[in-house]
Structures are given as structure tokens and as C-alpha cells.
């Protein structure tokens, strides 16, 4: 039996009919051709597959699509707006907080949440956030910096 699954993704309402549980990892990927989320580990512990549903940093690889039903979903692809960079983006080009680029995505996602729910995060707090989202390449203390700086410019400059 066929079950239909709407929801919003990069700011665009889409429906989708499901035979089978899928994960949302997978239906981003073969589905929408929205490749930026990274099947890693497959086992919801590397964090190269993250993606914002309704604002909170998931791992897609765990994340039946089936409970999408009615949320938003938002990929590293739905971040930029008419062709400009999001803060966050820009902050990790500026420390040049990637290397292969493969975990990249996902870190700018949980870091984007994490600023959604503390705008003005202490070092500490970001290394304990981030801790979970793994970079083989070791640019962890760039990548720290860089969302010291993204909070930073998204705050209008203000720390505290």
C-alpha cells in the first residue's frame, strides 16, 4: 500500500508516495538529485548526512522519510539564497574550515542549527555541539573558528 508524504524542502512544497520505508538520506539523493548530504557511516554516527528537519539537526541516514510527513526539510543546497552564500557558508570559506569538502556539508548544517537555538555560543559550547560530526582531514579548529564567526555576523556582530 502506497503512502504519500508532503512536505516542504528548500522552501518548496513537494509529495512523494512511499511503497516501503526509506530513508531520507536516500530519497534526497535519487529522488530530488540533491547530493550535498553524504552517506558516511550509514549508521547515524559520522554526521556527513546531516540535514535541518524543522530547524533540528538529524542524521538522514536514520531518518525514516515516512516522518517527514507535514516538516520542513532543508538540505546544504536550500542554505544559499538567489545565488548568495549563507553566513555560515561564508564563515567556513573565510577559515577555510574544509579540506575534502566531504563532511563539509553536515557540519555547516549542525552548526546552523545549533545556532538557531544559541545565537551567540561560547567556544566550549561549540566544540561539545560539534564533537559529533566527524572531519578526517582535522579542520576542527577551523571549523570552530568559523562558526564563532557566522554567530558573530549573525548576531549583527555582538558577543557576549
Not at 100 to 116: E, V
Not at 141 to 153: D, F, N, S, W
Amino acid at each position: 500500500m502506497s503512502k504519500k508524504v508532503r512536505f516542504k524542502l528548500n522552501g518548496q512544497l513537494k509529495s512523494l508516495a512511499l511503497d516501503q520505508t526509506r530513508m531520507l538520506l536516500w530519497v534526497l539523493r535519487t529522488d530530488f538529485a540533491l547530493t550535498g548530504s553524504k552517506y558516511g557511516c550509514g549508521e547515524g554516527f559520522c554526521g556527513a548526512c546531516t540535514v535541518l528537519v524543522n530547524g533540528e539537526a538529524v542524521r538522514s541516514c536514520q531518518y525514516p522519510v515516512e516522518d517527514i510527513d507535514g516538516k520542513e526539510v532543508i538540505t546544504i543546497e536550500g542554505l544559499a539564497k538567489n545565488g548568495n552564500l549563507h553566513p555560515i557558508q561564508n564563515a567556513f570559506v573565510e577559515h577555510d574550515a574544509l579540506q575534502c569538502g566531504f563532511c563539509t556539508p553536515g557540519m555547516i548544517l549542525n552548526a546552523y542549527s545549533l545556532l538557531l537555538k544559541n545565537p551567540s555560543p561560547t567556544q566550549e559550547e561549540i566544540i561539545l555541539e560539534m564533537e559529533d560530526n566527524l572531519c578526517r582531514c582535522g579542520a576542527h579548529v577551523r571549523i570552530v573558528q568559523a562558526v564563532l564567526t557566522a554567530a558573530q555576523k549573525m548576531s549583527g556582530g555582538s558577543r557576549r
